[in-house]
């Protein structure tokens, strides 16, 4: 390899470690609710900041939320694969935990989350 390929290299390394850690510092914000949908239809929503366990049917299984600490976490999914069951706790703005089966989206959102926002295509 010659001296250019070591500098390109070397500055494609540092556009991606600009990019991630940009990307980490404008995520990083922990949200304040999560909104449950199933089948595309928001279910519900409930506050990162209590404490609770919430059941989520569907007419294709059940799911088990636990929300604790300010973090939430599917601790039981009857789903043949149990992915989502597997996922870490999520607790930052724009998180999620999808089980395909069940057709169940949990997202992390916050008090300043609006339809109303313009959005990054806008």
Same mark, same amino acid.
């Given at each position: ?12 390394? %540092? ?10 510092? +404008? ?5 304040? +609710? ?8 928001? *279910? ?13 049917? *569907?007419?294709?299984?059940?799911? *088990? ?8 976490? #599917? ?11 597997? /996922? ?13 089966? /069940?057709?169940?989206?949990? *997202?992390? #959102? ?10 990054? %295509?806008?």
């Amino acid at each position: 390899m010659k001296k250019a390929d070591f500098i390109l290299i070397g500055a494609v390394a %540092v556009v991606v470690a600009i990019l991630i850690l940009c990307l980490y510092v +404008f995520n990083s914000g922990s949200g304040d +609710f999560v909104q449950i949908e199933v089948d595309g239809v928001v *279910t519900d929503t409930l506050p990162l900041s209590e404490d609770t366990v919430r059941e989520i049917k *569907t007419d294709n299984g059940t799911n *088990t939320l636990v929300i604790s600490d300010g973090s939430a976490v #599917m601790t039981q999914a009857d789903c043949p694969d149990g992915i989502c069951a597997n /996922h870490k706790p999520i607790n930052k703005t724009g998180e999620s935990i999808i089980c395909l089966p /069940h057709k169940v989206v949990v *997202t992390v #959102m916050n008090d300043k989350s609006n339809d109303n926002d313009i959005d990054a %295509v806008a």
